[in-house]
């Protein structure tokens, strides 16, 4: 079975601290990767998509990726308590267009 | 990122009846469009894949007459949830690809009294 997997949290970060969020995958054929945000009673917002080796970065959000570890992070530096809000992890199994979704990490940023 | 938009945000109704959610890309083509439901603190589920032209993919345990959906264009899908009852009520949220990329609406909570 094909499974993306996620520290629940919660995670607590003090303000301008950096947050890692972490998340594996067990298929090895996976290509590209997706972090979302996703506020209390709001649907989820794509903030990252990665596709190689290495690190990705997009103002103060880092995406890193293993493919040989199965592993994909993302970084926030600098945390802001708007950054409260659980993250997913979300894979398309090689050749499958569905989205498959970690469980989520709930972030929050203590000011 | 792409737009994608939904209607109504928000439903009450009796149950029973029937309700129908629009899912909308504004500022792009959507060959393929998903719909998902999410229960409180619950992560995503997805239901079913919407594909212009064709009958939707439902996923495993997802009944077809309860929740119908049709992708009559390139830029709508819809969503009817016949019969709703209490258990029913959830926040449906539905998504569009682009290339390689999802897109979320902003969801629809529905309330069945």
């Known amino acids: 079975q094909k499974e993306v997997e996620q520290n629940s949290g919660p995670l607590s970060v003090p303000e301008g601290a950096i947050a890692s969020l972490n998340c594996t995958y067990s298929?090895?054929?996976?290509?590209?990767f997706f972090w979302y945000r996703q506020y209390s009673g709001k649907s989820p917002e794509l903030i990252m998509s990665?596709?190689?080796?290495g690190d990705k970065e997009d103002g103060r959000f880092t995406a890193q990726l293993n493919k040989a570890s199965q592993y994909v992070s993302l970084l926030i530096r600098d945390s802001q308590p708007s950054d409260s809000a659980t993250y997913l992890c979300?894979?398309?199994?090689?050749?499958?267009?569905?989205?498959?979704f970690g469980t989520g990490t709930r972030l929050t940023i203590i000011p | 990122g792409a737009v994608v938009s939904q209607h109504p945000s928000r439903v009450i109704c009796k149950s029973g009846t029937s309700v129908k959610i629009e899912c909308r890309s504004l500022?792009?083509?959507?060959?393929?469009m998903f719909w998902y439901r999410q229960f409180p603190k619950q992560s995503l589920m997805l239901m079913a894949t919407?594909?212009?032209?064709?009958?939707?993919?439902?996923e495993q345990g997802v009944e077809k007459d309860k929740f119908l959906i049709n992708h009559a264009s390139l830029t709508l899908s819809t969503l009817t949830v016949t019969s709703a009852h209490p258990e029913d009520s959830s926040f449906y949220i539905c998504?569009?690809?682009?290339?390689?990329?999802?897109?979320f609406g902003p969801g629809t909570r529905l309330t069945v009294l």
């Open positions: 998504s569009a690809r682009v290339i390689n990329e999802q897109f």
């Open positions: 298929d090895r054929g996976s290509q590209s």
């Open positions: 990665i596709y190689s080796n």
């Open positions: 979300a894979v398309p199994y090689f050749g499958n267009e569905k989205l498959t």
């Open positions: 500022d792009f083509q959507a060959t393929t």
């Open positions: 919407s594909n212009e032209g064709s009958k939707a993919t439902y």
